[in-house]
């Protein structure tokens, strides 16, 4: 990508021609409105950013909020294809990537896979990885963790790893 | 002075390198790597939401140090300059890397922000301020930006008009790898633009000849080519020129205008033979090419200069069919984006989930709106003002489902309340009288524990006895003061008995004092553990019946406010992207009138062509000559 762009960098720096007064009427009028567009992507954001407050709040209230995120272990090479998690034997979700999603995973970001309430205690979450391996062979791989929820939000960080890594398997993280 | 927008692309390229974060195995805070996630897939609304209110959060914090963002905290002050970059959102992304500039912070992370300020300023057509930012690097540069600022202060040399300056940089970037091609050509370019007209030929040469298997860089060496076989043209050197267009790859971006001037610069040396080659090669490739339609005039032309005017006259027929059907595709594009089509077509889901969405435009089905604009469509200006349209785009989507989701909002506070609020009265009542109990058995804890913390100091036994015990003792009291009034010849009797008695219950409860202080603080122990499950109970209660209450409680404020917000961003985009669509049709129009024009003028030189060669091909016939 950085090439790509490096290429239509060097392209121009041999193709550029004065622009004419009507270029530059044009020019003047599209970074006029790119300043306006700016303005409003900030005044959306800070909406969203309410907007969230209020969801989380409204939604996935501090005592029963419960989130589960999903992360692959560093230079893991399993190619993920779903992650299904199971709250106290109830299906929570089960999620299927796409390419991006994992090599966004790959590179080190987190996904937030769910999102959801449980009552304060003793529960059990069961975390099911399906994939392929680096040299082509199925990969599916299944565990289950005790965790309590107390009072505050819940966060449980899952980190997914194939056979071959040093810690091979699935690890559940408290954050 | 050229525009540094020009040079815009670059600095984007430059970004995304540096914005590279570290890995999982690294990461501390949940927040911060789901803000990457997003990123790494090119949602930036997304991300910067997530960081904005990480961040907020953070500096809100009495004790930011202990929060787990603190590891990550410089990435993630970057991290948000290079989202809103990447978002195009150069104006707050410029101030966020001025804070950190600003900021009492070390040098190294002084030196990191000054190089993102400066490609901010360079990306926003303002090369002073970029140099400006750059001139704050001092000490010492992490190796991994190094050559990048380099090339970029190259790059703003060459935007302030200071190409001898930018030629000095270059210079020392030419054995950088990650700039192989890029710092060859960029210095041909220099010294063309410094006068050093020999030189920059001597390095265009150089460029065009790198070896690689990169695709982006055998692209760059194309353009090297390219341009050394301009001016090689230009300066008469056919020879040389016809060896550097040679070297274009036959499918790189390139190869068209490649192959066209190939054939010219055989014509300009007067092998009109050898021009049939590329010539013939090009009038295959797609007609919508400027370089395929020009060569559909120029093979015609070189035949007819070969003297084989009945070929001439037959492919100058061709090029005059192949005009008019090109004139009726861009008169199609025009209405097309005049009917709104191109817009649609712009914002198709499958061309937005492709990075090279405007090279698949043309092979898109029903998009004929896009077959003249895929070089328009690719330079930066047009880029800018369609990426804002697609983000408008998004804009509007999000603010429309928001909108939607405040019903959604209502309805759920409406059926919490009606749920809540008819049982509160009676489990506030039964807790009441709950409440009113377990405070007294917590006084009377408390009473007890005073007791025992009493003996410790003051030995009572009396206070140990068990009711059985107390029940004696106190019927011992009451006959011994019977006995006081009593008379009578066994009164003595009664009397020894009673302290006989006295002295039994005395001597158990002195003697098993000690035994009896232990159980008894064991006994409160347990006592206390059960206090507190029923503090924990109870507080749970507390906190439950609070919860209930806020699951509907003090939202309508909120909504209220937030929904008109909503409803005021939702008409200002849809402005916007009236007038951005307006601009992006008006600027395509124009494009295409351009295209027109030129076609235009290929009919008219084709129609004259035609009746000449085939007035010149009747002439040959007449004189005998050979057809």
Not at chain 2, 454 to 476: F, G, K, M, N, S
Request: proline letters at 3%; charged letters at 25%; aromatic letters at 8%.
């Amino acid at each position: 990508m950085r090439k790509h762009l490096l290429v239509v960098m060097s392209a121009l720096l041999c193709l550029c021609v004065r622009p004419s007064p009507a270029d530059e009427s044009a020019r003047a009028q599209m970074k006029g409105l790119d300043e306006q567009v700016q303005e409003v992507k900030s005044d959306v954001l800070n909406i969203a950013a309410e907007l969230n407050q209020l969801e989380e709040k409204l939604l996935y209230p501090s005592d029963t909020h419960l989130a589960v995120f999903v992360s692959l272990a560093h230079g893991e090479t399993l190619r993920l294809d779903a992650v299904q998690v199971q709250i106290d034997g109830q299906l929570a979700t089960h999620y299927i990537y796409s390419f991006k999603e994992v090599d966004a995973l790959r590179r080190g970001g987190v996904q937030r896979i769910y999102s959801g309430n449980i009552a304060t205690g003793a529960h059990e979450i069961a975390v099911s990885v399906t994939g392929k391996l680096a040299n082509g062979k199925d990969y599916t791989q299944t565990e289950h963790f005790p965790f309590t929820k107390e009072i505050k939000p819940k966060l449980i960080g899952v980190t997914l790893a194939g056979p071959d890594a040093p810690q091979p398997g699935i690890h559940l993280g408290d954050w | 002075m050229r525009r540094a927008s020009q040079w815009l692309s670059m600095g984007v390229a430059l970004a995304a390198i540096a914005a590279r974060p570290s890995m999982a195995d690294d990461l501390r805070d949940l927040y911060f790597g789901e803000a990457l996630y997003d990123a790494y897939q090119g949602q930036y609304f997304d991300a910067l939401e997530r960081l904005d209110a990480e961040l907020a959060q953070h500096r809100h914090l009495d004790e930011p140090e202990l929060d787990s963002l603190q590891h990550h905290i410089r990435q993630a002050d970057f991290s948000v300059g290079d989202f809103e970059l990447r978002y195009r959102m150069h104006l707050r992304a410029g101030r966020a890397i001025k804070q950190v500039l600003d900021a009492d912070v070390e040098q190294p992370v002084k030196n990191e922000a000054a190089y993102r300020l400066a490609r901010i300023e360079f990306q926003n057509d303002q090369p002073e301020d970029a140099l400006q930012a750059l001139e704050r690097i001092q000490g010492t540069v992490p190796d991994n930006i190094k050559d990048d600022i380099e090339f970029l202060r190259a790059n703003v040399y060459l935007a302030l008009g200071r190409p001898a300056d930018a030629v000095e940089v270059l210079r020392r970037l030419q054995t950088a790898q990650s700039l192989k091609g890029f710092a060859a050509y960029n210095l041909g370019i220099a010294l063309l633009q410094a006068d050093h007209t020999s030189e920059a030929l001597r390095q265009l040469d150089k460029a065009g000849q790198i070896e690689t298997r990169e695709t982006a860089t055998a692209a760059i060496r194309d353009k090297s080519n390219m341009v050394l076989g301009s001016v090689m043209l230009r300066t008469e050197d056919y020879a040389h020129a016809q060896l550097a267009f040679d070297r274009v790859r036959l499918e790189g971006p390139y190869s068209n205008r490649a192959l066209l001037s190939t054939g010219w610069a055989e014509v300009s040396a007067r092998d009109y033979q050898k021009a049939l080659v590329p010539w013939g090669m090009l009038i295959q490739r797609d007609g919508t090419d400027a370089a395929v339609q020009e060569a559909k005039l120029a093979l015609p032309f070189a035949y007819s200069k070969l003297r084989v005017y009945g070929r001439a006259a037959l492919l100058y027929g061709q090029a005059l069919d192949s005009f008019n059907k090109e004139l009726e595709k861009v008169d199609a594009s025009t209405r097309s984006i005049r009917a709104g089509n191109f817009l649609k077509a712009l914002v198709r889901e499958e061309i937005r989930q492709d990075n090279l969405w405007v090279v698949r435009l043309r092979t898109l089905p029903d998009t004929p709106e896009t077959f003249y604009l895929t070089e328009l469509m690719a330079s930066n200006d047009f880029q800018t003002a369609l990426q804002n349209y697609l983000d408008l785009e998004d804009l509007h989507r999000r603010l429309i489902a928001w909108q939607g989701g405040f019903g959604a909002y209502e309805d759920l506070i409406h059926l919490r309340r009606a749920n809540y609020q008819p049982l509160l009265p009676q489990v506030d009542a039964r807790f009441r009288e709950l409440d009113a109990q377990m405070r007294l058995r917590v006084e009377q804890r408390d009473l007890l524990q005073k007791r025992l913390q009493d003996i410790l100091t003051a030995p009572r036994p009396q206070l140990l006895a068990t009711a059985d015990e107390r029940v004696a003792l106190e019927r011992l009291l009451k006959i011994d003061a019977a006995l006081r009034h009593a008379s009578g010849a066994e009164r003595a009797t009664w009397q020894a008995r009673m302290q006989h008695l006295q002295g039994v219950l005395a001597w158990r409860l002195y003697t098993e004092y000690p035994e009896r202080l232990t159980q008894a603080h064991k006994d409160l122990h347990v006592l206390n553990e059960d206090v507190r499950t029923l503090q924990e109970q109870y507080t749970a209660f507390v906190r439950a019946r609070q919860a209930a209450v806020h699951s509907y409680e003090g939202y309508d404020q909120s909504i209220s406010r937030l929904r008109t917000r909503v409803g005021e961003a939702l008409e200002h985009v849809d402005t916007l992207l009236a007038r951005q669509g307006h601009v992006i049709e008006a600027v395509a129009i124009d494009e295409l009138n351009t295209r027109r024009k030129r076609l235009e003028a290929y009919q008219v030189q084709a129609r004259y062509a035609v009746a000449d060669s085939y007035d010149r091909e009747l002439k040959e016939h007449a004189s005998g000559g050979t057809p």
